[in-house]
């Protein structure tokens, strides 16, 4: 039976899938499963973005170069990126609870041995480790809720799910400050091996296996090996294009092995009897919106986070905890919104609340492109708290439309395709809005220094004090005079700001793109076939 025909029959014959008997007791109940997974989400989450705040404590502790800071966030980023979708489909073989607990295993333990190392090296070895094992996870995670929930609560639970995510990256910045301020950077990393031991506990004790009939009974060995190698060239431009130019043979050379490689896989996918993932799963509009509009909204919102934290720290002078404390109506919103939208999704399906979201993104992007330098915490507090209440609904619905489109048998395929959509997207929004920063930066900072009257700079430092000002940072030293020094900052934080709102003009575009891309989703065709698996 070929690819095509098996995800078409099973669109068609939802009945073919097995449903688990209602549950009963601790093992299988919907709410517990749903506790269970998104303690475990929780740590994925969080390293997301709690590390950035470790990263110069690191780097002073362990004597480490700014290319070893890099790598512990990029190893991290690109193992995660390029195993997802294999790790989904190792749960849709073997089962997402088995997926899921050697996962929490692993992540955790290897945190541990993060906490413990002595040099840098070691620390990126164990980074990339927990990008591996955080990828098993999280499709488990999604494959557990599927196969557990009806569907009529399938929204709020996974809304929830949206809501632990959104929280913990938001909030990543917030604990980190606050355990490298006062414990030590080990501290950040120790923390996930107390919160991996209870996800386990919980999990062996709640979670229940549960099998499509239709389940893979094989690999795509050939189709792994070409999807990764495409998923770390693809995510390795973006990652270094800044570094080398976006013009670079280097960079250049990347994208095109992506491409290249990214067309072979979906030529090999023909040819398999059980593709890794079958094209034919692309057939669904919505569930092709759906990846499309994940890739859209991290794009915004990763990308536009990234200029936030510069913003608050280097122009606003706050401490990372204050800053974090700052982004908390983007965090509290996305607590608040996520099971409201999961509600509202169910009743009315996902079209009005996707693009109502993102359009309530779009407003908000373009309200952040007006922050200047004087902006007051209510000003930024109105545009955060409605940019949360825009992505909840896009984080909630968009993963529905994704993994309820898809056959149950295909459920942890999708899953990691939602996540690597997201993935791909964030760095994509970094790679560009940084490339736009640079662009502004360069093309203003050598007028505005002159403006204002300071020595002029040769090419080189000017270079220097380019790279300085794309994250805020006035390019000068502890000697330079009170006078000078003030007009610096002020020409560095005018053109950082002058940057950031054309990086913003940017995201609130790609945000109204993402609206109209939302207007072809709809609800997931095979979101019956894997529910009912409890009562609630």
């Not at 509600?343 to 407003?363: E, N, Q």
Request: one cysteine or more; proline letters at 5%.
């Amino acid at each position: 039976m070929t690819s095509q025909t098996t995800v078409e029959k099973a669109s068609r014959e939802p009945q073919d899938t097995a449903v688990p008997a209602p549950a009963k007791g601790l093992r299988g109940h919907p709410w517990l499963t749903l506790f269970s997974v998104a303690i475990g989400v929780m740590m994925v989450a969080l390293d997301g973005t709690i590390v950035a705040i470790a990263n110069p404590a690191i780097q002073q502790d362990l004597g480490a170069s700014l290319a070893d800071v890099q790598w512990i966030t990029n190893g991290y980023m690109l193992a995660l990126a390029v195993s997802l979708i294999t790790a989904g489909k190792l749960g849709d073989r073997f089962g997402h609870r088995q997926t899921f607990l050697i996962g929490v295993v692993g992540f955790a333990a290897a945190s541990g041995a993060i906490g413990l190392s002595d040099s840098v090296a070691l620390v990126i070895v164990f980074r990339v480790l927990q990008g591996l094992f955080g990828a098993l996870l999280m499709p488990a995670a999604l494959g557990l809720l599927r196969a557990t929930f009806p569907a009529e609560k399938l929204n709020m639970a996974i809304g929830i799910w949206g809501m632990v995510i959104g929280a913990s990256t938001a909030g990543g910045p917030i604990l980190g400050g606050v355990l490298v301020e006062h414990v030590s950077w080990q501290s950040v990393f120790f923390i996930n091996v107390p919160v991996g031991v209870i996800a386990l506990l919980l999990g062996l004790v709640i979670l229940k296996d549960h099998r499509a009939e239709n389940a893979p009974r094989s690999f795509d060995i050939g189709g792994i090996v070409l999807l990764s190698q495409a998923m770390f060239c693809l995510i390795w431009a973006l990652i270094k294009g800044a570094e080398w130019g976006w013009g670079d043979y280097k960079t250049l050379g990347f994208l095109g092995a992506a491409v290249a490689l990214f067309v072979v896989f979906a030529f090999s996918q023909k040819n398999v009897r059980e593709p890794l993932i079958p094209l034919a799963m692309f057939r669904s509009v919505p569930l092709s919106a759906g990846a499309v509009l994940m890739v859209l909204m991290a794009f915004a919102f990763m990308g536009g986070l990234f200029f936030v934290t510069f913003y608050l720290q280097n122009v606003h002078g706050l401490s990372p905890v204050d800053s974090g404390l700052h982004l908390l109506p983007l965090t509290g919103m996305m607590i608040v919104a996520s099971p409201l939208a999961g509600a509202m999704i169910t009743k009315f399906g996902p079209r009005v609340p996707l693009v109502g979201g993102m359009v309530c993104t779009a407003v908000a992007m373009f309200g952040m492109s007006q922050l200047t330098i004087g902006t007051g915490t209510l000003t930024m507090s109105i545009w955060f708290g409605l940019l949360g209440l825009g992505l909840a609904p896009v984080m909630v619905g968009a993963t529905e439309v994704i993994v309820g489109n898809a056959p149950m048998e295909l459920s942890g395929v999708a899953g990691g395709l939602q996540q690597a959509a997201m993935q791909v997207g964030g760095s994509l929004g970094t790679a560009v809005l940084g490339a736009v920063m640079a662009s502004q930066v360069d093309s203003k900072l050598a007028d505005n220094w002159t403006a204002a009257k300071l020595p002029s700079l040769t090419p080189e430092q000017l270079d220097t004090a380019s790279s300085a000002v794309e994250v805020g940072v006035p390019p000068m030293d502890g000697n330079t005079p009170p006078e000078v020094a003030a007009k610096i900052a002020g020409v560095a934080h005018d053109t950082f700001v002058s940057g950031m709102s054309t990086a913003f003009m940017v995201a609130g575009i790609v945000a109204v793109v993402a609206a109209l891309v939302a207007t072809l989703t709809k609800r997931g065709a095979n979101a019956e076939a894997g529910a009912g698996a409890g009562h609630i």
